[in-house]
C-alpha cells in the first residue's frame, strides 16, 4: 500500500435487512475514501445509516455487497475469526455508553484488549499507564465505573481504544450520554489523539459541536451519500 | 489470571443470586449424597458378599429350615470345600426398637469362613469355649454401650423365653464394608435348648453357607447340590452369597428406585434452576460480550467466559455439599442405628456428586454460551442502548 492510497476505500457498499419478505435498503452504493490521519464526521437522520457504515468500517457488521479495504485489506472477505483478530489489531472504539466492564476497574479495562496481543505483563502495564496518562486518568487507575463520572468512563473507554495502537479509531456518538461541558472535554481528546498521534478518526454524531472538530463532514440521507 | 478474576467477579456480582443458586446447589448434591449413601446401604450386604460363598436354603421358603443332616450330604459335592450353617434368631433385646440381627451358628465353621469378622485369638477362644457365649460386632457393642463379660438378655420370639448370653468377643470388620452389627452365639446352644422343649424343631438350620474350592464353579456346585436334594421332603435352592442378599433388596425395590429417581430429580431440578440463573446473566451481559467480541475477543472466548463462571458457581455449591454429605451421612447414621448396618459415603458416591456438579454446571451454562457465541456484534451492542 502506498503512501497516496486512503486507509480506508470503500467501493459500491450496500447493505440491506430482510425482515420476513420485506428487504430494507440501508446503505446504497456508497463509495467513500478516508485518508490515514484524518478526522470524519458522519452525520445524518435517524436510520440513514451512518451507525451502519460505521460498524462495516469497523468490521463488525458484514455487508451485502461492496468492497471496504481498510489499510489495504479487503475485510468484507475475511471469515469471522480473522475479522475478530483483524478488529483487535486495527480497531478502536468508542461507544455512547462507554461500554466498560463492570466488574472490571480502570486499569483492567483498558487492559482487556492487550489480552489478546503477545505482550508481558510488564509490557502490558506500561501500555495501559501511558493510555490512562494521556486521557488524564493516572488517578483513577483502581476506579471500577461506577466510581467515575460518565465523562471518565468516557476516557477509560478512549484510553481502552487506543492502549492497542490501532490503524482506526471508531467513535459511535462517543458525546451523547455526556453533558455539554463533558463532552467538550472528550471531543477535545479525540481531536488530541487525531493531531498529536496522528489517528484516524471515524465517528458518528448528531451533534455539530462535535461535528465541528472534525476535518471533514460526510452527511447520509436514507442511506446514500449526501455530498 | 486476568480471566479467573474476571470470572470470580462475574460469579459474585449479584451476590444475592450467586449466593442463593449456591445454596440450591449445596442442598442438591448433598441430598443427591445422602440418597445415594442410603441406596448404597440397601446394598451394602450383597456388595460385601463373597463370590467364594454359596447360600443353601428350602426351595419353598427361607422360613422352612432344613435338616442338620444335609450339611454332610453337601460337604460330599464335589467342589465343596467347606460347610457351615446358621439360624435367624430374631430376639428383642429390651424393647422391639432395639433392632439387630442375632445368628446361631455353628462357631468353628463359620468364623472360619468368614475371616472379614477379624476378633482377637483370646475372645475366640472364649467364645468358642462357652456354650453359652456370644460375640458382637463393634459399632453394637458400642451402640448399647456392651463389653466383654456382660450378659445379654433377649427375650425370643421365634424361640420363645428369655435367653441369655455372656458377651465373649467383640468383632470387627476387616474393612468398612463388613457389618459390625450383628450378633453371633452357638447353634448347639440354642439347639439343644430347643430340642428340650421343641423336640420336632431341633436340628434343623435355617441356611448352610457353603464355600466353594473355586468360585468360577459356582453355578455347577449349586446345581449339583439342590439336585441332591431333588424329590426329598425338604428340597433346596442354592445360590451366590450375592443373589441370596439381593433376594432381601429385591423385596423393597419399588422404595430404592423411588430413592434413586428422588436422587436423579433432585439434580434435575438444579440443573434448570441454575440454567435459568445463567440464562438470566448471560443476557443482562450481551452488551457486554458484544464489546468483548468488538474488541477482538473470538466467540469460543466468550462462550468460554460463561461455562467457567457457571462451572465455578457450581462447584462452589458442590464442593461445598459434597463436604456437607459426610457429617449428614454420620447424623443419619447415629439416627437409624443398626438399621442400616453399613453406611459411608463411598468413593464411588463421591465421583457422582463431583459429576453431578460438572453436569449442572456445564449444562446450565450450554444454551446461554451458545447464544452468547452467536449473538451479532451489532444486535449485542444496541442492547446497552
Known amino acids: 500500500m502506498s503512501g497516496d492510497e486512503p486507509l480506508v476505500a470503500i467501493r459500491r457498499l450496500s447493505k440491506v435487512y430482510v425482515r420476513g419478505d420485506q428487504v430494507i435498503p440501508v446503505l446504497v452504493d456508497i463509495n467513500l475514501d478516508v485518508a490515514r490521519g484524518d478526522y470524519v464526521a458522519l452525520m445524518g437522520p435517524s436510520g440513514s445509516g451512518k451507525s451502519t457504515l460505521l460498524n462495516l468500517v469497523a468490521g463488525i457488521d458484514k455487508p451485502t455487497s461492496g468492497e471496504i479495504r481498510v489499510a489495504g485489506v479487503d475485510i468484507a472477505r475475511l471469515s469471522d475469526a480473522d475479522l475478530a483478530a483483524w478488529r483487535a489489531a486495527h480497531v478502536g472504539f468508542v461507544f455512547q455508553f462507554y461500554n466498560l466492564m463492570p466488574v472490571l476497574d480502570a486499569f483492567a479495562n483498558v487492559e482487556l484488549p492487550l489480552l489478546l496481543t503477545s505482550l508481558s505483563r510488564r509490557e502490558r502495564r506500561e501500555r495501559v499507564e501511558t493510555a490512562l496518562a494521556l486521557v488524564g486518568l493516572t488517578d483513577r487507575i483502581e476506579h471500577y465505573p461506577n466510581e467515575l463520572s460518565g465523562g471518565q468512563q468516557q476516557r477509560v473507554a478512549i484510553a481502552r481504544a487506543l492502549v492497542t495502537d490501532p490503524t482506526l479509531i471508531v467513535a459511535d456518538e462517543p458525546t451523547g450520554d455526556l453533558d455539554r461541558t463533558t463532552g467538550g472535554e472528550v471531543l477535545g481528546l479525540l481531536d488530541r489523539l487525531n493531531r498529536e498521534l496522528g489517528k484516524t478518526i471515524l465517528m458518528v454524531t448528531h451533534d455539530p459541536k462535535a461535528a465541528e472538530k472534525a476535518h471533514r463532514l460526510i452527511h447520509l440521507e436514507k442511506g446514500v451519500l449526501a455530498d | ?385
Request: proline residues 3%; hydrophobic residues 50%; glycine residues 8%.
Open chain 2, 1 to 385: 489470571m486476568f480471566v479467573t478474576l474476571l470470572v470470580l467477579r462475574n460469579i459474585f456480582r449479584h451476590k444475592l443470586r450467586a449466593f442463593l443458586t449456591a445454596l440450591g446447589i449445596v442442598v442438591a448434591i448433598a441430598s443427591f449424597g445422602l440418597l445415594r449413601t442410603v441406596v448404597d446401604a440397601w446394598y451394602a450386604g450383597a456388595n460385601a458378599s463373597s463370590s467364594a460363598r454359596l447360600v443353601t436354603r428350602s426351595s419353598v421358603s427361607l422360613v422352612f429350615a432344613l435338616p442338620l443332616t444335609y450339611a454332610q450330604k453337601i460337604r460330599q459335592v464335589s467342589g465343596v470345600a467347606g460347610v457351615s450353617w446358621a439360624n435367624w434368631f430374631g430376639g428383642v433385646y429390651v424393647t422391639e426398637r432395639n433392632f439387630f440381627p442375632q445368628f446361631a451358628v455353628d462357631a468353628p465353621t463359620y468364623l472360619a469362613m468368614y475371616p472379614e469378622f477379624t476378633l482377637p485369638d483370646a475372645e475366640r477362644k472364649a467364645f468358642y469355649t462357652d456354650r453359652q457365649g456370644a460375640i458382637v460386632g463393634r459399632k453394637l457393642a458400642d451402640q448399647y454401650g456392651w463389653k466383654v463379660g456382660d450378659t445379654i438378655p433377649l427375650r425370643g420370639t421365634i424361640y420363645p423365653g428369655t435367653w441369655n448370653f455372656n458377651l465373649r468377643g467383640i468383632y470387627q470388620g476387616a474393612d468398612k464394608t463388613v457389618d459390625e452389627s450383628t450378633m453371633f452365639f452357638h447353634f448347639d446352644f440354642l439347639n439343644e435348648s430347643v430340642k428340650k422343649v421343641y423336640p420336632r424343631r431341633g436340628d434343623q438350620a435355617g441356611v448352610f453357607i457353603v464355600q466353594l474350592r473355586d468360585p468360577g464353579q459356582a453355578a455347577v456346585v449349586s446345581e449339583a447340590i439342590d439336585a441332591t436334594f431333588a424329590n426329598s421332603l425338604a428340597e433346596t435352592l442354592t445360590e451366590t452369597e450375592k443373589a441370596f442378599q439381593l433376594s432381601f433388596v429385591a423385596m423393597t425395590e419399588a422404595i430404592l428406585l423411588a430413592i434413586q429417581a428422588v436422587s436423579f430429580v433432585v439434580i434435575v431440578i438444579i440443573m434448570a434452576v441454575m440454567a435459568n440463573t445463567m440464562a438470566m446473566t448471560a443476557r443482562e451481559r450481551y452488551a457486554e460480550y458484544a464489546t468483548m467480541k468488538a474488541l477482538g475477543f473470538p466467540d469460543t472466548y466468550v462462550a468460554g467466559l460463561i461455562v467457567a463462571e457457571s462451572l465455578g458457581l457450581a462447584l462452589a455449591g458442590g464442593l461445598v455439599g459434597i463436604a456437607l454429605t459426610f457429617p449428614l451421612a454420620q447424623a443419619f447414621a447415629d439416627a437409624m442405628g443398626t438399621l442400616f448396618p453399613i453406611f459411608f459415603v463411598s468413593d464411588e458416591t463421591v465421583l457422582l456428586q463431583v459429576a453431578a456438579t460438572l453436569v449442572v454446571g456445564l449444562v446450565a451454562a450450554a444454551i446461554p454460551a451458545w447464544r452468547a457465541a452467536r449473538v451479532r456484534i451489532v444486535d449485542g451492542l444496541r442492547a446497552v442502548a
